[in-house]
């Protein structure tokens, strides 16, 4: 079955402007989170939708926002992009519930410049 | 709140050999699970083995095994005949019900691995 999908795969933003990131679970899997990769900072936990609803969220500035669609698909949205905001952002897909602790397929990620 | 730990940034060995990767990770949770995650360069997290914290014995998959020590809250990974294929960063995770549902991945900063021929 197919994989997670995340569109695009490289984005270059300049500072100031919004970015939208897309991610499409497996096929089944209601639950979609979202992390961002920095050398910095390692991998840290934006938030996770389910079932359209955002159930739990990190510790980002409010910039920072998503949704998720009927069919499970989710977009990731950063208003007023900072240089800081550089980053692979990866989107991980679960069965959600309990079934969350069975592991997560990442998808392959955006990598976002800021200039 | 949860931290994850791995202390060895690089790590490298030769082709055939067996390696192991530390992690320790601190938490007051009682039931929580434990992942490895595999980071080729094409950037895909892998899963690579995952431990349920109320299971006593270690996990396997194929060349992948665990050392699982929940009292000393320690979950290395041993990798048996290594092969070029298995160069990448490694990431220990950890997970426990957040509330509402909700699982969320703590991770380490990872270690990268260099399998050399």
């Known amino acids: 079955k197919a994989g997670v999908t995340q569109t695009p795969r490289y984005l270059i933003k300049t500072r100031g402007q919004q970015v939208t990131l897309s991610c499409s679970p497996i096929s089944g899997h209601r639950s979609v989170s979202w992390y961002q990769q920095t050398p910095g900072q390692g991998l840290q936990f934006l938030f996770e939708y389910f079932s359209e609803t955002q159930r739990n969220k990190g510790n980002f500035p409010g910039r920072f926002s998503g949704r998720q669609f009927s069919n499970s698909r989710s977009e990731m949205n950063v208003s007023t992009l900072e240089l800081g905001d550089s980053a692979l952002y990866l989107c991980?897909?679960?069965?959600?519930?309990?079934?969350?602790?069975?592991?997560?397929?990442f998808g392959s990620g955006t990598r976002l410049t800021v200039v | 709140a949860q931290t994850v730990t791995q202390s060895q940034p690089e790590m490298s060995v030769q082709e055939a050999e067996t390696v192991t990767l530390s992690c320790t990770y601190d938490t007051s949770e009682n039931n929580y699970y434990l992942f490895w995650y595999k980071q080729p360069p094409s950037r895909q997290m892998i899963l690579v083995i995952r431990?349920?914290?109320?299971?006593?014995q270690n996990a396997t998959e194929n060349r992948f095994s665990v050392n699982f020590q929940k009292a000393a809250k320690s979950f290395s990974l041993k990798i048996s005949d290594s092969q070029l294929g298995d160069t990448a960063m490694y990431f220990c995770a950890f997970t426990a019900y957040s509330g509402a549902g909700s699982y969320q991945l703590t991770f380490g900063k990872g270690t990268k691995l260099s399998v050399i021929p």
């Open positions: 431990q349920e914290a109320y299971k006593q």
């Open positions: 991980a897909s679960s069965q959600g519930g309990a079934g969350s602790n069975y592991g997560y397929t």
